[in-house]
């Protein structure tokens, strides 16, 4: 929807969307995987017309966690976001993030350089450093906003968190385990997948993992909440390759793996909304097969859907 993209397409449909929705009547709603996507983008100039859109539309912020709106200027959200990734930095938190990316990369079969082992040891070390930080800035961050009994809680909790780190189990995979999605994709059910009404799809896959593996248990890793519940069943459409997004591949010049991670955010931010509006049509398949199973009320529409709908 940029002015310089759409002179160029010619996109009528994506121009009256536009015009749509600028205005008082339709709420346009991005959020922190939003400003995450415009920090991938190279050019700063191209940054700022994306951000320069967001305030055109009066589009809202809607903040991660606590899903409040926020209706500040897009440049402000985005001073404020990137104040937030430094802080994240200095603090081991981005470090953590990261070390989590190479284990679910290893485990979707992608090249990584370390071995479970070697992340397991990572992934500790950064917990130590992340909750050792938490420990000193508690008295500065919280010291005028809680009782000294909560505080002083809070402090047994965290140095509890930290005695536990060095007994913490890491995955172990033996060398020769086939990782990647390939042999859950190769089972014969689940080649029949994508010929299922969409509100059932992710029954059968979950009934074909669970003769798979019938002693593991979701509620042992997340907590029940919706989105946790979306993750899960992206992740399960993902590996049994419904409409996938291709995320083990690595083009030149590409990162499937994290654009999918994008998606799989999008759909749980998508949850809060009426509409999810995208010109990708695998994503939305996967979108709609989840809200249908998880009876969440969003419709996953392409651009002319959402400019008949609206």
């Not at 896959?205 to 519940?229: L, V």
């Not at 793996?257 to 999008?266: C, I, P």
Request: glycine share 6%; aromatic share 8%; net charge negative.
């Amino acid at each position: 929807m940029r002015e310089r993209v759409l002179a160029k397409s010619h996109d009528e449909e994506l121009r009256a969307l536009k015009t749509l929705v600028t205005g008082k009547s339709v709420e346009v709603l991005y959020t922190a995987t939003h400003l995450r996507e415009i920090q991938q983008i190279p050019h700063e100039s191209y940054r700022q017309e994306h951000l320069d859109l967001l305030w055109g539309l009066g589009a809202a912020y809607l903040t991660p966690i606590t899903n409040m709106l926020v209706r500040s200027h897009p440049k402000n959200v985005w001073n404020d976001f990137l104040e937030n990734e430094s802080q994240n930095a200095k603090s081991g938190t981005k470090s953590l993030v990261e070390i989590q990316d190479l284990i679910h990369r290893k485990l979707s079969g992608l090249p990584v350089d370390q071995t479970f082992s070697e992340l397991n040891a990572m992934l500790q070390n950064d917990l130590q450093i992340v909750l050792k930080d938490a420990l000193s800035h508690l008295d500065s961050t919280l010291g005028s906003e809680v009782g000294e009994d909560q505080l002083e809680s809070m402090k047994v909790q965290i140095e509890s968190q930290l005695s536990q780190i060095k007994n913490m189990q890491g995955l172990d995979v033996p060398d020769d385990q086939e990782l990647g999605p390939k042999p859950f994709r190769e089972l014969d059910q689940i080649k029949e997948i994508e010929k299922l009404p969409p509100e059932q799809v992710i029954p059968s896959i979950e009934g074909f993992f669970r003769k798979e593996n019938p002693n593991f248990h979701w509620s042992d890793y997340f907590e029940g909440t919706p989105e946790n519940h979306i993750a899960v069943c992206y992740s399960l459409l993902n590996w049994a390759g419904y409409w996938a997004d291709d995320f083990t591949s690595m083009g030149k010049g590409k990162d499937r793996f994290n654009a999918s991670k994008n998606d799989l955010m999008h759909v749980q931010s998508g949850a809060r909304c009426y509409l999810l509006v995208s010109n990708d049509v695998a994503f939305l398949k996967k979108a709609d097969a989840i809200y249908k199973h998880l009876n969440i009320g969003t419709l996953p529409v392409r651009p002319g859907e959402a400019l008949r709908y609206l």
